[in-house]
């Protein structure tokens, strides 16, 4: 059977709960050719990111056998029913290709292309015995990064180089191992990342002081890599991030936000270091040296009835659109309101049978679309639920006994739910007790 990448039937694993029998799981065998022994291969399935968009996510790394006789044998066990892929992918151990070749992602039973690759089904209880993964080596242009020193600090500390690789598409933007320890090497400004199979690239280059873990300084850059050699200049910048952050008091009034810690983490995860700030007594804040990248903005002590309600650079809404970090000071314009609303309830089924964990979440309404304002808990042991600090207006509040990540974000998959929601309208300061039926 083909994949097709685009159906949404293939991106939602639901377990039912209740008073049903446990579905046995089962396993996934096979083996890779050329029989490489201690080679990682994954085991992943569609389901959503943090924004609700699909994605092939992974589920499992297995390696391949030692054994004599056995060589190149793959296991996963405990699977759960569902639709799967096998791949293989360089990010894992891998073996050498031949000089100015390279492995890329190759799906069961040997693709580069997803929409060409066979999907895996698993049934309860039914062990899947699958035939080889035929790994092969392609052409691979040879990648070489430029670090460019923009800061206009002639002593930046240059005792380590960190390039952190990612390359996108394949399942979860597979993070290569950084390419680290290159220290002692004092002003070394180029470097050779070697041969690449082709595909979309995200790094993270940077300088650090000698024994320092992560890069004092440094940059994201993206690349597309084709068939011929590339040179990447990663430009290496600083920018001061500063601004004032007020709260709005449940009576309505203004005071300055003082001893919150502000966060910015990069919004390609894994590519970059996380900055954090705390304000001070008078609302403000002032962080120096913050390098270029893409951020996303938190606060990560904010009192439980609290929410940002604004968080503004010029005309930019960092709340939806995150925070873009060059070579040009920034100033971020923000507001903490402690009028959220409380909504708690208990999750049951169509017997009315309380739902243990099932995953609540609130959806706004059509005049309140943004992402950051979707909610989403999970329920306790006994069904019940509690979803505090959130902004007054109007919502729907669903129930699912299991989701595959943040499929409430994507429109595609909740347009099947349109009329199965609880509607709740939510007022400033106020605490809201509403039940839910289970959808599944």
């Known amino acids: 059977m083909k994949a097709w ?3 949404v039937l293939l991106l939602v694993s639901i377990v039912l709960h209740g008073q049903q029998a446990p579905v046995p799981n089962s396993s996934i065998s096979g083996r890779i050719v050329p029989q490489f022994t201690r080679v990682g291969v994954g085991l992943a399935r569609y389901g959503y990111d943090d924004d609700g968009e699909p994605k092939l996510t992974n589920v499992a790394v297995a390696r391949t056998s030692l054994e004599i006789g056995k060589f190149g044998e793959y296991r996963f066990e405990n699977v759960e029913p569902g639709e799967y892929y096998i791949y293989f992918n360089p990010s894992f151990l891998s073996p050498s290709a031949p000089k100015g070749e390279a492995f890329p992602t190759i799906y069961y039973p040997g693709a580069q292309d997803l929409a060409t690759a066979t999907n895996v089904i698993v049934r309860a209880g039914a062990p899947v015995q699958l035939g080889d993964l035929n790994l092969f080596s392609v052409r691979a242009p040879s990648v070489r990064v430029r670090i460019v020193n923009a800061t206009g600090d002639p002593d930046i500390a240059k005792g380590c180089v960190t390039v952190t690789l990612k390359q996108r598409g394949t399942p979860d933007d597979a993070l290569r191992p950084p390419l680290s320890g290159r220290c002692g090497t004092g002003e070394l400004l180029s470097f050779n ?10 790094l993270y280059a940077g300088w650090a002081a000698q024994g320092n873990s992560q ?6 850059a993206s690349f597309e890599v084709r068939n011929l050699d590339l040179d990447v200049e990663v430009v290496v910048s600083r920018a001061r991030v500063s601004g004032t952050i007020m709260i709005e008091e449940p009576d309505g009034s203004f005071q300055p936000a003082k001893g919150l810690q502000m966060n910015l ?3 390609r995860e894994g590519l970059g270091p996380t900055e954090w700030v705390e304000t001070e007594a008078d609302g403000s804040f002032l962080r120096d040296r913050v390098g270029r990248n ?3 903005v938190e606060f990560t002590n904010l009192p439980p009835n609290a929410y940002v309600a604004q968080l503004r650079q010029d ?5 939806e659109n995150g925070l873009e970090v060059g070579s040009t000071d920034v100033y971020i314009d923000g507001r903490i309101s402690f009028a959220g609303a409380t909504l708690e309830g208990v999750v049951s089924n169509t017997r009315n049978e309380e739902v243990p964990h099932a995953v609540v979440a609130l959806i706004p309404d059509a005049a309140l679309q943004s992402k950051h304002l979707y909610r989403a808990v999970k ?3 006994n069904g019940g639920f509690t979803i505090r600090g959130i902004v007054p207006g109007s919502y729907h509040l669903f129930a699912w006994s299991k989701l595959n990540g943040a499929a409430y974000k994507n429109a595609e998959f909740m347009n099947r739910y349109e009329t199965g929601g609880q509607a709740v309208t939510l007022e400033r300061n106020n605490h809201f007790t509403v039940d839910v039926k289970l959808l599944d």
Do not use: H, N
Request: aromatic share 6%.
């Open 265 to 267: 983490s990069p919004k």
């Open 315 to 319: 005309t930019r809404d960092l709340l």
């Open 379 to 381: 329920a306790d042991e």
């Open 5 to 7: 990448v685009g159906t």
């Open 294 to 296: 893409e951020y996303i």
């Open 215 to 220: 890069p004092a300084e440094g940059a994201v």
């Open 193 to 202: 990342l070697g041969a690449l199979a082709p595909g979309m690239y995200d």
